[in-house]
């Protein structure tokens, strides 16, 4: 709503072709021509669809949802879409929206009475939804980056404190955006606007507290397994034929489980591996047990094969949409693949089993040593969560690299971290980072790199784990009984005995790996590198110091580490970014 030459019908439609889909997309608008409003949606087309998903347009509101929204009361075969289901809660109980709502999603909504909009991201983050206030005192908002770019009025300029977190963190949390200016909704947030009026933010979700019930073990797990089955149910309520991100580790064995015992008859399992003669162990253990124990469980399973022979400067379109900010992990690429897999395969819905530990799991008192002996005994609850969080470059070397003061910035990192806590009374260290979990780390990273890449391949990915009512239970669990120390796998020892009897026992004996990740430093990406990181590439693009950046990746490339190759991976995805996004570059 306001600067009508901003929101005109062609910069609309220029906005939702960037976010067109290769195999066909479908879009609606609507204009408002009175209050200078116009929304639109974009989504793959479907053989005899009459209605765009995500879509609803009625005499009270104009409604646009990217995502899930559970349904619960309704039976089988009268699931309505999301933006109806979206509708009918609007006009039943509109005190208590979007609070109400139970998925995961990116929202707007427009009040064609009361001429009010609103822009709502779901609790965990698991949409994004970007947004930008012109000169003027428009809104522009989409749920892809690159959409919002495709505007006219909107400049692409580096956000340095953005610039900043992306070297210390790995990822850019809301409601940062690498670019000045744009922002992104925070996990929980709301944004309302009337025409003519200023923008309101407000948070309509408080994660839960802390407060365990005493109980035994066995209670425990009994009500665990009944919310984690409920979970997997309501994601695929309706449907007969579901694809599973599948590791063979415990997390994804659960949903696989959950998914056989609701009599799901269709299932395909999806697992990424690398192989070959240099190719350590951990980078191929997915492959070694996931084949067997999806038989096992009689799921259609598929292998992602990343062997010697394969290309990473093949990257295709799609991965460069998806690389629309900086992001750190190698996996951003790796599952990008494995969506792309599940497409070929004809799946539509995958589910995922990441995130488990928001509820589940707990540092263990070796966890503790370590974080100790990296910091320091007398840490403090935010230093700890600090250093546990400063996954990408030492902090000494970002001053230099952005050419700012020493200190500045550990201090622009501790600031967006304390940006983020909405209760003062987080003091202790396992409090913080459950927090920063749900608030942060897994909206910008964890989730983020999965469903960014499924969503360019129109995949619908969702995550049972991620719930509100499941994360309201499992705060209710005593502590104790997490680190059950007969059990395994540490920190998840209810989660263990609420499955015990679908769980194979090898499983519990196998060492946790964690998701394949590679940074390809064995001279795959030279002539990327060469092109992109050296001395007069890093001056005339401007982000980084020239002389710092080399010494970093002369120190990588000596470097025995397990993460040998991170900084130069990490320089190299920035510079490639830059290249893509900041300058418009076409090669």
Same mark, same amino acid.
């Given at each position: 709503?306001?600067?009508?030459?901003?929101?005109?019908?062609? #910069?609309?439609?220029?906005?939702?072709?960037?976010?067109?889909?290769?195999?066909?997309?479908?879009?609606?608008?609507?204009?408002?021509?009175?209050?200078?409003?116009?929304?639109?949606?974009?989504?793959?087309?479907?053989?005899?669809?009459?209605?765009?998903?995500?879509?609803?347009?009625?005499?009270?509101?104009?409604?646009?949802?990217? !995502?899930?929204?559970?349904?619960? =009361?309704?039976?089988?075969?009268?699931?309505?879409?999301?933006?109806?289901?979206?509708?009918?809660?609007?006009?039943?109980?509109?005190?208590?929206?979007?609070? @109400?709502?139970? !998925?995961?999603?990116?929202?707007? *909504?427009?009040?064609?009475?009361?001429?009010?909009?609103?822009?709502?991201?779901?609790?965990?983050?698991?949409?994004?939804?970007?947004?930008?206030?012109?000169?003027?005192?428009?809104?522009?908002?989409?749920?892809?980056?690159?959409?919002?770019? =495709?505007?006219?009025?909107? $400049?692409?300029?580096?956000?340095?404190?953005?610039?900043? %977190?992306?070297?210390?963190? @790995?990822?850019?949390?809301?409601?940062?955006?690498?670019?000045?200016?744009?922002?992104?909704?925070?996990?929980? +947030?709301?944004?309302?606007?009337?025409?003519?009026?200023?923008?309101?933010?407000?948070?309509?979700?408080?994660?839960?507290?802390?407060?365990? $019930?005493?109980? &035994?073990?066995?209670?425990?797990?009994?009500?665990?397994?009944?919310?984690?089955?409920?979970?997997?149910?309501?994601?695929?309520? !309706?449907?007969?034929?579901?694809?599973?991100?599948?590791?063979?580790?415990?997390?994804?064995?659960?949903?696989?489980?959950?998914?056989?015992?609701?009599?799901?008859?269709?299932?395909?399992?999806?697992?990424?591996?690398?192989?070959?003669?240099?190719?350590?162990?951990?980078?191929?253990?997915?492959?070694?047990?996931?084949? !067997?124990?999806?038989?096992?469980?009689?799921?259609?399973?598929?292998?992602?094969?990343?062997?010697?022979?394969?290309?990473?400067? $093949?990257?295709? &379109?799609?991965?460069?949409?998806?690389?629309?900010?900086?992001?750190?992990? &190698?996996?951003?690429?790796?599952?990008?693949?494995?969506?792309?897999?599940?497409?070929? =395969?004809?799946?539509?819905?995958?589910?995922?089993?990441?995130?488990?530990?928001?509820?589940?799991?707990?540092?263990?008192?070796?966890?503790?040593?370590?974080?100790?002996?990296?910091?320091?005994?007398?840490?403090?609850?935010?230093?700890?969560?600090?250093?546990? #969080? #400063?996954?990408?470059?030492?902090?000494?070397?970002?001053?230099?690299? *952005?050419? *700012?003061? %020493?200190?500045?910035?550990?201090?622009?990192?501790?600031?967006?971290?304390?940006?983020?806590?909405?209760?003062?009374?987080?003091? #202790?260290?396992?409090?913080?980072?459950?927090?920063?979990?749900?608030?942060?780390?897994?909206?910008?990273?964890?989730?983020?790199?999965?469903?960014?890449?499924?969503?360019?391949?129109?995949?619908?990915?969702?995550?049972?784990?991620?719930?509100?009512?499941?994360?309201?239970? %499992?705060?209710?669990?005593?502590?104790?009984?997490?680190?059950?120390?007969?059990?395994?796998?540490?920190?998840?020892?209810?989660?263990?005995?609420?499955? +015990?009897?679908?769980?194979?026992?090898?499983?519990?004996?196998?060492?946790?790996? @964690?998701?394949?990740?590679?940074?390809?430093?064995?001279?795959?990406?030279?002539?990327?590198? +060469?092109?992109?990181?050296?001395?007069?590439?890093?001056?005339? =693009?401007?982000?980084?110091?020239?002389?710092?950046?080399?010494?970093?990746?002369? +120190?990588?490339?000596?470097?025995?580490?397990?993460? %040998?190759?991170?900084?130069?991976?990490?320089?190299?995805?920035?510079?490639?970014?830059?290249?893509?996004?900041?300058?418009?570059? $076409?090669?």
């Amino acid at each position: 709503p306001g600067d009508k030459s901003t929101v005109r019908i062609g #910069n609309l439609r220029t906005m939702l072709d960037k976010m067109q889909h290769p195999h066909g997309s479908a879009h609606s608008t609507f204009i408002d021509n009175d209050t200078g409003i116009t929304l639109g949606r974009v989504a793959k087309s479907t053989p005899h669809q009459s209605v765009v998903p995500g879509w609803c347009e009625a005499e009270d509101y104009v409604i646009a949802v990217d !995502g899930h929204i559970a349904t619960h =009361a309704l039976p089988e075969g009268r699931q309505p879409e999301a933006a109806a289901r979206l509708l009918a809660e609007l006009r039943h109980n509109p005190a208590a929206f979007p609070a @109400g709502l139970d !998925g995961h999603f990116a929202l707007s *909504v427009w009040d064609r009475k009361e001429h009010m909009l609103t822009l709502a991201r779901d609790p965990f983050g698991v949409k994004p939804l970007f947004y930008y206030r012109t000169p003027s005192g428009a809104l522009l908002f989409a749920s892809e980056l690159q959409a919002l770019l =495709a505007h006219p009025g909107v $400049e692409r300029t580096v956000n340095r404190d953005a610039l900043i %977190a992306y070297l210390a963190f @790995g990822f850019i949390p809301a409601p940062y955006c690498i670019f000045e200016n744009i922002f992104k909704l925070c996990p929980a +947030e709301m944004l309302t606007m009337g025409a003519g009026q200023a923008v309101q933010k407000s948070l309509y979700w408080q994660q839960p507290d802390f407060a365990p $019930e005493k109980r &035994p073990m066995a209670e425990c797990a009994a009500a665990t397994r009944e919310h984690v089955l409920n979970e997997v149910y309501k994601q695929v309520k !309706g449907k007969s034929r579901v694809g599973l991100y599948f590791s063979g580790g415990l997390d994804s064995m659960i949903v696989l489980a959950a998914l056989q015992e609701l009599g799901i008859a269709d299932v395909h399992t999806f697992t990424l591996g690398f192989t070959g003669p240099s190719v350590r162990s951990a980078l191929r253990a997915d492959l070694d047990v996931s084949a !067997g124990y999806a038989k096992s469980y009689g799921a259609t399973h598929h292998e992602i094969v990343i062997d010697e022979q394969h290309q990473p400067l $093949e990257w295709s &379109p799609d991965v460069e949409r998806q690389l629309d900010e900086p992001m750190l992990t &190698p996996n951003f690429y790796s599952k990008s693949l494995i969506a792309k897999a599940a497409g070929h =395969a004809g799946i539509d819905l995958c589910l995922n089993g990441s995130m488990s530990e928001l509820g589940f799991k707990i540092f263990t008192p070796k966890q503790f040593r370590k974080l100790r002996f990296a910091g320091g005994a007398k840490l403090s609850a935010m230093e700890m969560v600090l250093a546990k #969080n #400063n996954h990408f470059l030492p902090f000494e070397k970002i001053d230099q690299l *952005v050419r *700012v003061p %020493a200190g500045s910035s550990r201090e622009m990192a501790t600031h967006i971290i304390e940006r983020q806590m909405t209760k003062s009374s987080y003091h #202790n260290f396992i409090d913080l980072h459950k927090h920063l979990m749900v608030s942060m780390i897994g909206a910008a990273k964890s989730v983020a790199v999965q469903e960014r890449g499924a969503a360019l391949h129109r995949l619908d990915m969702r995550f049972p784990f991620l719930s509100k009512d499941l994360l309201q239970f %499992a705060r209710t669990i005593p502590i104790e009984l997490h680190v059950d120390k007969t059990n395994a796998i540490p920190g998840k020892a209810v989660l263990v005995k609420a499955f +015990e009897d679908r769980l194979p026992e090898e499983l519990l004996r196998r060492k946790k790996v @964690g998701f394949p990740s590679y940074y390809w430093h064995q001279d795959e990406l030279s002539l990327l590198i +060469e092109q992109l990181l050296s001395e007069s590439a890093v001056r005339q =693009a401007g982000l980084l110091d020239p002389k710092t950046t080399a010494e970093l990746l002369a +120190e990588d490339k000596q470097s025995q580490k397990k993460s %040998a190759g991170k900084y130069t991976w990490g320089l190299l995805v920035l510079h490639f970014w830059h290249k893509l996004h900041a300058v418009r570059s $076409e090669k």
